[in-house]
């Protein structure tokens, strides 16, 4: 069945470090492939997302590209600041009208 | 665009009284929403699909009688727990598809966190 790794957390770095979140999956076809983020105490807000093979998603600095032969999404960001400090979701979807299948999350800590 | 309102974003309530959860889609008709409830720490667990107009479909060893979902119309999605018990209490976030074109995504809550005392 389909399924997301992620790297495990809690992740701590100084500001202004680069950043990395690995995440690989598993999956028949060709699924779509999201980051989302989430502050304490809220929902999630997508991130950026990639619905083909060497497409890369970018915002706020984060990119992400779906690389098909490793079937990873890894997680990058140049330059961390301290209100990048969230929990971190890598997902796919299967593009046929279903669900988020979601990793385990990766908690992000960026100290100033 | 594609704005999912979830209320209330918390609650408290007593052992055994019921909660109702809403999830509305402001700016665009969800005809799929989706349930999860996250435990501190945890990813999200998905609880339920509905689809408007159908009964929801349950993920295996959620109790349908126990976290009732309605969604009768495009726009609106509900979850009720009835007869909470303290063991129920957790953060609940609700999600909608939406699609446009080719293409589709996915939109979150806030979330509600429920404390049954």
């Known amino acids: 069945g389909n399924s997301v790794t992620q790297m495990e957390g809690p992740v701590t770095l100084s500001e202004e470090a680069f950043l990395t979140i690995n995440c690989t999956y598993t999956?028949?076809?060709?699924?779509?492939l999201f980051w989302y983020v989430q502050y304490p105490g809220e929902g999630l807000q997508l991130l950026l997302k990639?619905?083909?093979?060497?497409d890369k998603g970018s915002n706020k600095g984060f990119e992400a590209t779906y690389r098909k032969e490793t079937t990873s999404f890894h997680l990058e960001k140049g330059s961390v600041q301290v209100s990048d400090s969230a929990v971190y979701f890598c997902a796919l979807s299967n593009n046929q009208g279903g669900k988020l299948i979601f990793g385990q999350g990766t908690e992000l800590s960026v100290k100033p | 665009g594609a704005v999912v309102s979830q209320h209330p974003s918390w609650v408290i309530c007593k052992s055994g009284t019921s909660v109702k959860i809403e999830c509305r889609s402001l700016d665009f008709q969800a005809t799929t929403m989706f349930w999860y409830r996250q435990f501190p720490k945890q990813s999200l667990m998905l609880m339920a699909t509905?689809?408007?107009?159908?009964?929801?479909?349950?993920e295996q060893g959620v109790e349908k009688d126990k976290f009732l979902i309605n969604h009768a119309s495009l726009t609106l999605s509900t979850l009720t727990v009835t007869s909470a018990h303290p063991e129920d209490s957790s953060f609940y976030i609700c999600s909608a598809r939406w699609e446009q074109g080719m293409g589709y995504g996915y939109t979150f809550g806030s979330g509600t966190r429920l404390t049954v005392v």
């Open positions: 990639a619905t083909k093979a060497d």
């Open positions: 999956a028949t076809g060709y699924p779509s």
């Open positions: 509905s689809n408007e107009g159908s009964k929801a479909t349950y």
